[in-house]
């Protein structure tokens, strides 16, 4: 079957490899397709997305390796859009205005409509997980649980994206400590963003960073959800969420493998447009 992965980040953001060795090492790979998403930028100081003064650099860039690799591999650009509320909601007239190929949508930082403090759930540091839930919810887990999937539900019916991606990534540093993923009230809340996924014809991806990491035991999101997009006729794609050209396709053939025995036939891809591959 086809190979690709359309979720990377470089040098222009958080990424530790240049654009173009992230594009020779999935052409080694024997990639079909690649995708660059830098993260986009943001309106506060930060050390993780590409900077507004970078925005045609990057789009130069991914253009000039577009043609001079295009005899080899099918290149397209992107960005994964914070969506953050009251701070980063306007994802998709910026897409537009870029010109983009496809629009990947993330929630990383949590925030309570018109209140201060932000809560970041990504990251390599537990311990900023746990700050953040005490200083933007007093530790009340469940009420920052709610608040993350309500903004991811939010990002969906604002933004329209291609692709939402790591959807349950809130689950990463928690480690079943403070909830468990089989209690009914987080149950609830996955199923009614699951179902604003179906609604808009969303692309979920099955990313694999948190398990080549050693950040979780499970793709994002879980299995469970997995099989559950499966009956729901939810379309999926693979990402590896690579920061490194090493890690391009990382835990690709495990999840091809996950897919199906999740009760998934096919798999999406971007090449021009959104296209089916039938799972071997």
Same mark, same amino acid.
Request: a negative charge.
């Given at each position: 079957?086809?190979?690709?992965?359309?979720?990377?980040?470089?040098? +222009? !953001?958080?990424?530790?490899?240049?654009? @173009?060795?992230?594009?020779?090492?999935?052409?080694?790979?024997?990639?079909? !397709? /690649?995708? +660059? #998403? &830098?993260?986009?930028?943001?309106?506060?100081?930060?050390? +993780?997305?590409?900077?507004?003064? %970078? $925005?045609?650099?990057?789009? %130069?860039? *991914?253009?000039?390796?577009?043609?001079?690799?295009?005899?080899?591999?099918?290149?397209? *650009?992107?960005?994964?859009?914070?969506?953050? *509320?009251?701070?980063?909601?306007?994802?998709?007239?910026?897409?537009?205005?870029?010109?983009?190929?496809?629009?990947?949508? #993330?929630?990383?930082?949590?925030?309570?409509? =018109?209140?201060? =403090?932000?809560?970041?759930?990504?990251? =390599?540091?537990?311990?900023?997980? %746990?700050?953040?839930?005490?200083?933007?919810?007093?530790? %009340?887990?469940?009420?920052?649980?709610?608040? /993350?999937?309500?903004?991811? $539900? @939010?990002?969906?019916?604002?933004?329209?994206?291609?692709? $939402?991606?790591?959807?349950?990534?809130?689950?990463?540093?928690?480690?079943?400590? +403070? /909830? #468990?993923?089989?209690?009914?009230?987080?149950? @609830?809340?996955?199923?009614?963003?699951?179902?604003?996924?179906? *609604?808009?014809?969303? $692309?979920?991806?099955?990313?694999?960073?948190?398990?080549?990491?050693?950040?979780?035991?499970?793709?994002?999101?879980?299995?469970?959800?997995?099989?559950? &997009?499966?009956?729901?006729?939810?379309?999926?794609?693979?990402?590896?969420?690579?920061?490194?050209?090493? @890690?391009?396709?990382?835990?690709?053939?495990?999840?091809?493998?996950?897919?199906?025995?999740?009760?998934?036939?096919?798999?999406?891809? /971007?090449? =021009?447009?959104?296209? &089916?591959?039938?799972?071997?």
């Amino acid at each position: 079957m086809k190979r690709f992965n359309l979720h990377s980040h470089s040098l +222009f !953001c958080d990424g530790k490899s240049s654009l @173009e060795q992230m594009v020779c090492a999935a052409i080694e790979k024997g990639f079909y !397709c /690649f995708g +660059f #998403s &830098a993260h986009a930028p943001v309106p506060f100081e930060n050390n +993780f997305a590409l900077p507004f003064s %970078d $925005i045609q650099s990057y789009l %130069d860039e *991914t253009h000039r390796l577009k043609e001079k690799y295009q005899s080899k591999i099918r290149l397209y *650009t992107s960005m994964e859009f914070d969506y953050i *509320t009251d701070i980063a909601e306007d994802a998709k007239q910026r897409a537009k205005d870029m010109g983009l190929d496809y629009v990947l949508a #993330s929630v990383h930082q949590v925030k309570q409509r =018109g209140k201060e =403090g932000v809560w970041f759930i990504d990251g =390599g540091k537990q311990e900023v997980w %746990d700050k953040g839930l005490e200083a933007c919810f007093g530790g %009340d887990v469940r009420k920052g649980v709610e608040c /993350f999937y309500s903004q991811s $539900i @939010e990002m969906l019916q604002k933004v329209n994206p291609d692709v $939402i991606c790591h959807f349950d990534k809130v689950k990463m540093h928690n480690k079943e400590r +403070f /909830f #468990s993923e089989k209690d009914a009230w987080y149950k @609830e809340l996955v199923r009614s963003l699951l179902e604003q996924i179906k *609604t808009q014809d969303c $692309i979920c991806e099955v990313n694999t960073r948190g398990l080549y990491k050693g950040r979780s035991n499970d793709f994002f999101p879980s299995l469970v959800w997995i099989k559950e &997009a499966a009956q729901m006729g939810i379309r999926m794609t693979i990402s590896t969420d690579c920061h490194n050209a090493s @890690e391009v396709d990382l835990y690709f053939d495990e999840a091809v493998e996950a897919l199906k025995q999740c009760g998934h036939r096919y798999v999406w891809y /971007f090449d =021009g447009q959104w296209q &089916a591959e039938k799972l071997p």
